[in-house]
Nanobody, 115 residues
Framework: QVQLVESGGGLVQPGGSLRLSCAAS????????MNWYRQAPGKQRELVAQ???????NYASSVVGRFTISRDVANHTVYLQMNSLKPEDTAVYYC?????????WGQGTQVTVSA
């Protein structure tokens, strides 16, 4: 079974940038979509960005213009470039692969935006 490993989280000041990576142990084209979710303390997990196999990219309204999802098919990796970060972006960010079976999740990476 394919495994997902996120990296790139950390502490950043408001207005700063981070790039998250999601490395898959197999081809990401085997999935309908590769997604980034996030979950802040006391809140539900929410979809942040999606990259479908067909090449469509979708974003939550709260991150449009600031976050960009991309992929490197050859290296089985999906990225989330996050710019102009705000304190409300603080959360654990999860990579999720949607396929014919149950969704696959990574372990998450913490992003903290604070002065």
């Amino acid at each position: 079974q394919v495994q997902l490993v996120e990296s790139g989280g950390g502490l950043v000041q408001p207005g700063g940038s981070l790039r998250l990576s999601c490395a898959a142990s197999g081809s990401i084209l085997d999935f309908y979509a590769m997604n980034w979710y996030r979950q802040a303390p006391g809140k539900q997990r929410e979809l942040v960005a999606q990259f479908t196999t067909a090449g469509s990219r979708n974003y939550a309204s709260s991150v449009v213009g600031r976050f960009t999802i991309s992929r490197d098919v050859a290296n089985h990796t999906v990225y989330l470039q996050m710019n102009s970060l705000k304190p409300e972006d603080t959360a654990v960010y999860y990579c999720c692969a949607l396929g014919p079976r149950a969704p696959l999740w990574g372990q998450g990476t913490q992003v903290t935006v604070s002065a």
